[in-house]
């Protein structure tokens, strides 16, 4: 797994992002976070970039990532960025987690 970390200036996160190789085509996004205080600053753009750019350059075809319903803004975020839902569905903590994919462009 590999974590990005957004700094301010003076050395504090304020972001973070995980992703990891599934398989020989497929990267996971797990754990996007940008404190409320720095959140529409562009932060989350160039975290999901940086995560983008390390699966495709690890051969990575596409990426997936897994959401919840309540978590509307963070899902109309990534259709913004071209995620769409696979259709895949599991279960966290008695809550829908639905999955969202993306095909990346090396």
């Known amino acids: 797994m590999c974590v990005f970390v957004a700094v301010n200036d003076g ?41 983008e750019n390390e699966l495709a350059a690890k051969g990575c075809s596409h990426v997936t990532l897994d959401t919840t319903e309540p978590l509307k803004r963070a899902i ?17 903590f008695g809550m829908a987690l639905r999955e969202y994919r993306k095909a990346l462009t090396v």
């Open 11 to 51: 050395g504090e996160a304020v972001g973070t992002i995980a992703c990891a190789v599934v398989n020989a085509d497929e990267g996971h996004l797990r754990g996007m976070a940008v404190l409320p205080e720095w959140q529409g600053c562009g932060i989350a753009d160039e975290l999901l970039k940086a995560a």
């Open 76 to 92: 109309r975020f990534y259709q913004r960025h071209g995620y769409r839902p696979s259709g895949k569905t599991s279960e966290l």
